[in-house]
């Protein structure tokens, strides 16, 4: 580009407007959130490169970047699951989805037809395994230490069907499982070792992302709507609303402690840390 770093920085903080879905819930927010510091050290790249490149076809958070560690990073690239080492500087196609794309493994449920040209919409990767969601509902699961697609679904069929979250994670019995969270207003847990859906929670607005606590007993829901739900993991039922956003969430993440978690707006200004007793 002919115009720096700053000139460029500049010019986008005078002309860029944040996307609302509640209208001047950003200049409500501004007023009511403390102002972040600034011309602080908070971190320093280790390393950086352009020979990587991803791509990400929602302009809202959507978890189609995975380090799950300081060398491993696994990507998206139009139509191309992939992963990077940064030890070794070598960029691998994990899974092509632009094409034909079926299991190879037989399970209940699954579509042996498997699924044509997915857009995936997000993605999860941990323990050897990874799931990516598709605009249309779609579920693809996959054994990174394996041949070939393991599973595949679709997890609604309403017209209003993106995956908006996933995330793996291991019961208190060991199990692997994974939630997605979809534009349906549903939130499914899936048990990995059968491939079978294991839960089902409906709620009344689309809901753009789920966090399990530390202990597998809660669950945070943020979605269409300026509250987030604290839920029981096993029930479903709702344990407490939250209040403080003034825009709808799309992320949310728990602190180890599993007493603290965040919650955060869809245009960045808004975040609430909320106590868990």
Same mark, same amino acid.
């Given at each position: 580009?002919?115009i720096t770093?700053?000139?460029y920085? %500049? *010019?986008?903080l005078? /002309?860029?407007?944040?996307y609302e879905?509640i #209208?001047?819930?950003?200049e409500?927010?501004?007023k009511?959130c403390? +102002?972040?510091e600034k011309?602080g050290?908070?971190y320093?790249?280790?390393?950086n490169? &352009?020979?990587v490149k991803s $791509?990400?076809?929602h302009f %809202?958070l959507r978890?189609?970047? !995975?380090?799950t560690s300081?060398d491993?990073?696994?990507?998206?690239?139009?139509y191309s699951?992939r992963?990077w080492?940064a030890l070794r500087?070598?960029?691998t196609?994990?899974?092509d989805?632009?094409?034909?794309? *079926? #299991?190879s493994?037989k399970?209940?449920?699954?579509?042996l037809? @498997?699924?044509?040209? $997915?857009q995936i919409?997000t993605?999860?990767v941990?323990?050897?395994?990874?799931?990516a969601g @598709?605009? /249309?509902g779609?579920?693809? =699961?996959?054994?990174?230490? &394996?041949e070939g697609v393991?599973f595949? =679904?679709r997890?609604t069929?309403d017209?209003?069907?993106i995956?908006?979250a996933?995330e793996?994670f291991?019961?208190?019995?060991g *199990?692997?499982?994974f939630? *997605? +969270?979809?534009?349906?207003?549903?939130v499914r847990?899936?048990?990995m070792e059968?491939? /079978? %859906?294991?839960?089902?929670f409906?709620?009344? !607005?689309?809901?753009?992302?789920?966090?399990?606590?530390p202990? @597998?007993k809660?669950v945070i829901?943020?979605g269409?709507?300026?509250d987030?739900?604290?839920?029981?993991?096993? +029930?479903?039922?709702i344990?407490?609303s939250?209040?403080?956003?003034?825009d709808y969430?799309?992320?949310?993440?728990w602190? #180890?402690?599993g007493r603290?978690?965040?919650?955060?707006?869809v245009? @960045?200004r808004?975040?609430?840390? =909320?106590p868990h007793?």
């Amino acid at each position: 580009m002919t115009i720096t770093r700053e000139t460029y920085r %500049q *010019a986008r903080l005078e /002309q860029y407007k944040n996307y609302e879905n509640i #209208p001047n819930s950003g200049e409500a927010a501004m007023k009511a959130c403390k +102002s972040t510091e600034k011309d602080g050290a908070y971190y320093e790249f280790r390393r950086n490169t &352009r020979s990587v490149k991803s $791509t990400i076809s929602h302009f %809202q958070l959507r978890n189609l970047v !995975w380090a799950t560690s300081k060398d491993d990073v696994y990507l998206l690239l139009h139509y191309s699951v992939r992963h990077w080492s940064a030890l070794r500087g070598v960029d691998t196609e994990i899974m092509d989805v632009d094409g034909h794309v *079926a #299991p190879s493994e037989k399970h209940p449920g699954s579509l042996l037809e @498997g699924f044509f040209h $997915t857009q995936i919409s997000t993605m999860a990767v941990k323990d050897n395994f990874l799931v990516a969601g @598709g605009f /249309q509902g779609e579920l693809i =699961c996959k054994h990174l230490d &394996r041949e070939g697609v393991s599973f595949c =679904c679709r997890t609604t069929f309403d017209d209003n069907a993106i995956t908006n979250a996933l995330e793996i994670f291991n019961t208190s019995s060991g *199990a692997l499982h994974f939630i *997605a +969270s979809n534009n349906d207003c549903g939130v499914r847990e899936y048990d990995m070792e059968r491939y /079978q %859906q294991y839960k089902h929670f409906r709620f009344d !607005w689309p809901v753009n992302h789920t966090s399990l606590s530390p202990d @597998g007993k809660l669950v945070i829901i943020v979605g269409d709507d300026t509250d987030a739900l604290l839920i029981d993991a096993n +029930s479903g039922k709702i344990i407490h609303s939250m209040k403080g956003h003034l825009d709808y969430s799309f992320a949310s993440a728990w602190s #180890p402690d599993g007493r603290t978690f965040a919650t955060v707006l869809v245009d @960045g200004r808004g975040s609430r840390l =909320c106590p868990h007793l």
